[in-house]
Nanobody, 123 residues
Framework: QVQLVESGGGLVQPGGSLRLSCAAS????????MGWYRQAPGQQRELVAL???????NYADSVKGRFTISRDNAKNTVYLEMNSLKPEDTAVYYCNAVIRTSASVFVRPRDYWGQGTQVTVSS
């Protein structure tokens, strides 16, 4: 069993900052890519940022220069530092991780998701 637990969401004024955290626990052999997605009401879930096992990163154009993704492999945790927040950043933010639960070549990596954390940007 693998669990991803997010924290750090909340209400913030435009221009403010928030830091999201997501900790993975359970039967983890290795974590490959980790990332953050978001889903606003009535819209599809979209990629916000990704970080691979070598710490290479990829961002949605809408958050480049404002958001920073990072990871702490010792803690199996991924972070999302969000600055200069805008009302259009309002959404439920979901953590994702591609995890291998065994060293066996017969056990393939799979996607795991957190439960989501609400981020609301409003004055």
């Amino acid at each position: 069993q693998v669990q991803l637990v997010e924290s750090g969401g909340g209400l913030v004024q435009p221009g403010g900052s928030l830091r999201l955290s997501c900790a993975a626990s359970g039967s983890i052999f290795v974590i490959n890519a980790m990332g953050w997605y978001r889903q606003a009401p009535g819209q599809q879930r979209e990629l916000v940022a990704l970080i691979d096992s070598g710490r290479s990163t990829n961002y949605a154009d809408s958050v480049k220069g404002r958001f920073t993704i990072s990871r702490d492999n010792a803690k199996n945790t991924v972070y999302l530092e969000m600055n200069s927040l805008k009302p259009e950043d309002t959404a439920v933010y979901y953590c994702n991780a591609v995890i291998r639960t065994s060293a066996s070549v017969f056990v393939r990596p799979r996607d795991y998701w957190g439960q989501g954390t609400q981020v609301t940007v409003s004055s």
